[in-house]
């Protein structure tokens, strides 16, 4: 497998693959590290088109030759669905099934193939109140290199649930090259942007991760994220806007790349052809800087 390498600044000493002062969480077993592709978490505010912006880049990525995966990190296990044409069960239904030996089972009870041969692994979750997202990420991506799939795999994207607001939905980070932010051009994404920006800073101490930039999503301008950029020190690596044709592909069930093609939609899928043909050449090393939360409002013009 030819592979270009990522432009990172790796981490070293005693330190590497553990979490920082004040982490409650668990830290990754070096042994479940993903070293065979690239990859990507993809990371955003509550309902702002994680998903379909994932899927579609894994879409992308097979476009250009790619070998992917992707991994739903949401209990409610929609991440692959425009892939799938369906709900497809996830890690834990399977573990369920065969009482959490995971000997077991096999590679198709939990990883289908999508578009274009897009392999696609919900992880879902723990019932409510009960757990915690990251040990059943961990246990996805266990499951994934005892089976080998990884091993012919060029990148992997994360999909994760919402604002990063725990140890455990912070875990793809662990494995991650890059953290994506997808931000409508709004108050509420930027402040939660601006929470994963700290926490990625955060991950980024002891682990490989780095920041790679923003998609703008569901917006017809992007005048506020670009002002965001610029304080703290980020990019916007591609925008797609408030489409209908976005939303109905998703009521379709398909990628946009299975959609009609109009001269609409064909400027959407050439903007995912060239994000996925940027993030495979590889993105500079970003170091922002989060800002505090007063110092959101009064950037972005509150009183």
């Known amino acids: 497998m030819t592979t270009t390498v990522l432009d990172k600044d790796p ?4 330190n590497k693959g553990k979490d920082g002062e004040g982490s409650v969480q668990v830290q990754m077993d070096p ?7 690239k990859v990507f978490a993809v990371y955003g505010k509550g309902g702002i088109g994680k998903s379909t912006t994932s899927s579609n880049l894994s879409a992308a990525f097979s476009k250009l030759g790619k070998r992917v995966v992707q991994i739903g990190c949401d209990p409610k296990h929609d991440s692959t669905f425009t892939l799938t044409g369906r709900l497809v069960p996830t890690v834990i239904d399977a573990l369920q099934e065969v009482d959490f030996h995971s000997e077991e089972l096999q590679l198709d009870d939990f990883v289908y193939e999508g578009y274009n041969g897009v392999m696609c692994v919900e992880a879902g979750g723990p019932p409510a109140g009960t757990g915690c997202g990251g040990y059943v990420v961990g246990q996805t991506v266990k499951l994934l290199k005892e089976h080998h799939l990884l091993e012919d795999t060029d990148v992997v994207i994360f999909d994760v649930l919402g604002d990063v607001v725990c140890g455990g939905f912070a875990s793809p980070l662990q494995h991650a090259d890059r953290a994506l932010i997808v931000a409508a051009n709004d108050f509420d994404s930027i402040f939660a942007m601006n929470r994963i920006v700290a926490a990625i800073k955060a991950k980024s101490k002891n682990y490989d991760v780095r920041m790679g930039g923003v998609i703008a999503n569901r917006s017809a301008a992007t005048d506020e994220i670009d002002r ?3 304080r703290v020190g980020l990019n916007k690596l591609a925008h797609f806007p408030d489409l209908d044709v976005i939303r109905r592909s998703r009521l379709k069930k398909t990628t946009l790349f299975q959609m009609e093609e109009t001269p ?7 903007e995912y052809l060239r994000l996925a043909a940027l993030l495979w050449a590889g993105t500079p090393v970003l170091h922002p800087e989060p800002l505090k939360d007063r110092d959101i409002f009064d950037l972005l013009g509150f009183d």
């Open 264 to 270: 609409e939609l064909k400027k959407v899928t050439d």
């Open 31 to 37: 042994s479940l590290a993903i070293d065979t592709a």
């Open 228 to 230: 965001f950029n610029e």
């Open 11 to 14: 981490v070293k000493g005693p």
